[in-house]
């Protein structure tokens, strides 16, 4: 019995019953208290000073019980997302030797963990790769100088990232990386590239109402409704690939990805980057 009462004193409820009602009486004591003829000002200014210590202590109490109650946001409906499940991660990194065969058993583990443990219904790993140009245009590299290839995937992806990876039999022989889009329609993906040793994550929690939400429509449903990206930094594989690799991650409700997931998605890219 003790024991209740003393959890249910220290409960975010406990807290507010007991500062309310500490409050309640400092002002009902003040409000009522008979009034005093002797113009006593020492005794005036003790009562004051306890009456402001009572307050102070009701208001720490009270405090204490709105830190431990739990607010729910009204949370966004969830969508529908249109495109292909699949079941298990597909990883089109070559494997001829035994770096990128790594590499890709890494990402499997990655992307299926993600999809597993947060609000993530699709998982795309990206590649920047940069395109050799004529001696006369390397001084001057622009967005048109680089593609973004497709080296994994899973979980619900679009239509067209579907018909490229059918069509060009990648699944099977997985010998090279899908071209997905050149530089110049990836102003998103191009941002993070920039940044300096591309280390922090982009958070996008309402993906609609962007403007440059079309570049991701060629991996991710185009119906997706949040999206996080984050950067696994820049990979020496030993086969010519050497941009910066980034991980994308949909959602199909708005703002679903708390800080707590955030955290958990760059401790695991985290754990990748440091093993490469």
Request: glycine share 8%; charged share 20%; with cysteine.
């Amino acid at each position: 019995m003790v024991d209740k009462a003393l959890v249910w004193l220290v409960s975010d409820v406990g807290s507010l019953v007991l500062g309310t009602a500490g409050l309640l009486v400092v002002l009902f004591g003040r409000l009522f208290a008979p009034p005093s003829f002797d113009n006593d000002i020492e005794s005036m200014a003790e009562e004051t000073r306890l009456n402001l210590l009572a307050i102070l202590a009701c208001g720490a109490v009270l405090s204490n019980g709105l830190a431990k109650v739990d607010i729910n946001t009204v949370t966004a409906e969830t969508a529908v997302l249109t495109g292909t499940r699949f079941k298990d991660p597909i990883v089109l990194v070559s494997s001829k030797n035994d770096k990128t065969n790594t590499l890709g058993r890494k990402m499997t583990w990655l992307i299926r963990a993600l999809l597993t443990a947060t609000s993530a219904e699709s998982a795309v790993v990206l590649e920047q790769q940069f395109l050799l140009m004529p001696k006369e245009q390397e001084a001057t590299p622009n967005e048109n100088h680089h593609v973004w290839h497709v080296l994994g995937f899973g979980g619900i992806i679009s239509g067209k990232l579907r018909s490229s990876v059918l069509a060009d039999d990648f699944v099977r022989d997985q010998e090279a990386p899908l071209v997905l889009m050149k530089g110049d329609k990836t102003s998103i993906l191009n941002r993070m590239a920039k940044r300096p040793q591309g280390e922090d994550e982009t958070y996008l929690p309402n993906l609609p109402t962007l403007p440059g939400r079309f570049e991701f429509d060629s991996f991710l449903p185009s119906n997706t409704q949040a999206a996080l990206l984050l950067p696994i930094m820049a990979l020496d594989l030993g086969d010519g690939h050497s941009g910066l690799k980034v991980l994308v991650l949909g959602s199909n409700q708005a703002r679903s990805f708390t800080p707590k997931d955030i955290a958990w998605c760059r401790a695991a890219v985290g754990c990748l980057r440091k093993d490469n």
